[in-house]
C-alpha cells in the first residue's frame, strides 16, 4: 500500500495560473506513482478576494483527490491594500502582523481543522508558500510531519517576527533555487531544518495540434504571466515607451497573461491576452528576449521556459532567484535601472554572435538543471531521507 502525502495549498482547479499552483501540479506529476496524493485546498479561485467559487467537498481524479474547504471570510481587496501601504509607514507590532495573515487568508477553518484531524492518515504533509493564512497555522498544527515549500523572495512580509515559528518548526523544507535558501537562512537562521535545493520541471513542450495562433512575423520582446503592477509591469512599459522613442525602432512588446492593470494599447505594444500553453509556448519560442522585469520572484516559470527554447533573458537584478539563473547560465542580462535596461537590450538585439552563444547556454542550463529525471530524483531523495 502507498503512502499518503497531502498537498496543502491555497487555491487549486483548473485554468488557475500561478507559479506555486504550477509547482504544486508538478510535484503532484512526479510522486504520484510512488505516493497517493490528496489535495487539501479552498473553495477560491480568485487571489484578490479569496470568494467561494467551487462547492466544498471531494473531487476525484485519476492520480489524486482535490478536498476543497469553503473560505470563511472572502477579502476586501480594497481594504487589505489600504491596510499594507498604513502597516508598511508605521512601526508594525506581532499583532498587527498576525493581522496582516488573517487578511492575507484565504481563511478557511474547515482546511485546518481536517489537517489537525486526519493528521495520522498522512505520511507528510506539503505546504506551497509561506504567506499564506491556512500555511501558517496548518504547517505548525502538523510541525512533526510538514514540509514547507515557501516559494519565498525578498519582501517586507518576509521580515514579519512572527513568521520565524513557521520557518523553524517544519520537518523539512524545499526550496527552488540556491538563493531562495540562502535568503531564509540568513532571515531565519533556521539552516538546521533539514532541506534541499529541488527546483522544477521546465519541459514546455508545443502540442501542433492544439495550436490555434498563427506566428507573429514582426520582431518582438515579450513577458508572460499576470500583468500587474506588483510584477513590475507598469515599469516595463514605461522603459519601453522611453526606449522606443530615443531608439526609433519598430521592436513590439507582447503582453500574455491575466491582466489585472491597464496596459495602453498601441502598434508596439500589444496585448494577446491569455492563450493556450501550446500558443503560448509557441510566442515564447519565436521571441527575441523575455523580459522579466518582477523583483519578487522566488523561480520564475517563464523566465526558464523562454531559456529552454534557447531565448535569452533580460530580468529585475533585485530579484535574487532570477539573477542566480542569468549569472549561473550566462544566458542573459540583469538590469537595475533604464540606462542598463537599453544597453542590454541593444546587445542582445544587435550583438548576433553573443546572441546565439547565449542561446546555447540558455538551452543548456534548463535541460541539465531542470529535467523531468534531475527534479524527480531531488524531490523523491528527500522525501526518503526524512526520518
Not at 489524486?64 to 498604513?86: C, M
Not at 512601526?91 to 492575507?104: A, G, N, V
Amino acid at each position: 500500500m502507498k503512502e499518503k502525502l497531502a498537498f496543502v495549498i491555497h487555491r487549486f482547479g483548473e485554468g488557475i495560473i500561478g507559479g506555486s499552483e504550477n509547482l504544486c501540479k508538478n510535484y503532484i506529476s512526479l510522486l504520484k506513482d510512488k505516493y497517493d496524493i490528496d489535495i487539501l485546498t479552498t473553495t477560491a479561485i480568485n487571489h484578490l478576494t479569496w470568494e467561494n467559487y467551487y462547492k466544498p467537498g471531494i473531487e476525484k481524479k485519476s492520480d489524486f483527490n482535490i478536498f476543497r474547504f469553503k473560505i470563511d471570510k472572502s477579502r476586501n481587496s480594497k481594504f487589505f491594500k489600504l491596510f499594507n501601504f498604513l502597516l508598511f509607514k508605521t512601526d508594525y507590532t506581532i499583532l498587527d502582523e498576525l493581522e496582516f495573515i488573517k487578511l492575507q487568508g484565504p481563511y478557511s477553518k474547515d482546511l485546518l481543522y481536517y489537517i489537525k484531524s486526519k493528521a495520522n492518515e498522512y505520511k507528510y504533509f506539503l505546504f506551497f508558500t509561506y504567506l499564506y493564512f491556512n500555511t501558517f497555522f496548518g504547517a505548525q498544527i502538523v510541525s512533526d510531519k510538514a514540509i514547507l515549500v515557501p516559494t519565498a523572495h525578498e519582501e517586507p512580509m518576509i521580515h514579519f517576527s512572527i513568521y520565524k515559528s513557521l520557518f523553524r518548526s517544519p520537518k523539512g523544507m524545499i526550496f527552488l533555487t540556491e538563493s531562495e535558501k540562502q535568503l531564509i537562512h540568513k532571515i531565519m537562521k533556521n539552516s538546521y531544518i533539514k532541506n534541499k535545493v529541488v527546483g522544477m520541471e521546465i519541459n514546455p513542450l508545443i502540442n501542433k495540434k492544439e495550436i490555434k495562433i498563427k506566428p507573429l512575423k514582426y520582431k518582438y520582446i515579450l513577458y508572460t504571466g499576470r500583468i500587474e503592477e506588483a510584477k513590475g509591469c507598469d515599469k516595463l512599459i514605461y522603459y519601453f515607451t522611453r526606449y522606443l522613442k530615443e531608439t526609433k525602432t519598430n521592436l513590439k512588446l507582447i503582453f500574455i497573461g491575466k491582466k489585472e492593470m491597464y496596459v495602453p494599447g498601441s502598434k508596439n505594444i500589444i496585448y494577446l491576452g491569455r492563450l493556450s500553453d501550446a500558443d503560448k509556448n509557441l510566442i515564447t519560442k519565436n521571441a527575441e528576449v523575455l523580459i522579466q522585469p518582477s523583483q519578487f520572484e522566488s523561480f520564475s516559470i517563464s523566465t526558464l521556459e523562454a531559456m529552454y527554447y534557447g531565448v535569452p533573458v533580460l530580468v529585475n537584478r533585485l530579484a535574487g532567484p532570477l539573477y542566480e539563473h542569468v549569472k549561473s547560465s550566462k544566458a542573459g542580462f540583469a538590469y537595475s535601472n533604464y540606462d542598463e535596461f537599453k544597453v542590454y537590450l541593444n546587445i542582445l538585439l544587435k550583438n548576433k554572435t553573443l546572441y546565439k552563444t547565449m542561446s546555447v547556454r540558455a538551452k543548456k542550463y534548463v535541460r541539465q538543471k531542470y529535467s523531468r529525471k534531475k527534479v524527480y530524483t531531488n524531490l523523491h531523495s528527500f522525501l526518503t531521507s526524512l526520518k
